[in-house]
């Protein structure tokens, strides 16, 4: 079964000041072989990341499954590339 992570647990995760106990937990969920993104959490949590921070998300990104959102929404894709 597919698995989404929610923009909430991926902003948790990639917090520097976030407790190691919240990352431990969130970890195995975004490793997971499963686990997909969705446009509008990638272009949510870049939105709020620091500029020295996107490459080390951008690795987790990369190993994942980006599904498209389909019809009007698709703008996600052009503005999170741009970031």
């Not at 991926?10 to 969130?26: G, N, T």
């Not at 969920?29 to 080390?56: C, G, M, N």
């Amino acid at each position: 079964m597919a698995t989404v992570v929610d923009s909430n647990l991926w902003i948790d995760f990639s917090r520097v000041k976030a407790p190691a106990k919240i990352k431990q937990f969130i970890l195995p969920h975004l490793l997971a072989p499963d686990t997909y993104l969705i446009e509008p959490v990638k272009f949510e949590v870049l939105r709020f990341t620091k500029l020295s921070e996107i490459p080390r998300l951008q690795k987790f990104f990369d190993r994942l499954i980006l599904l498209d959102t389909p019809g009007p929404v698709n703008s996600f894709v052009s503005v999170s590339q741009g970031l």
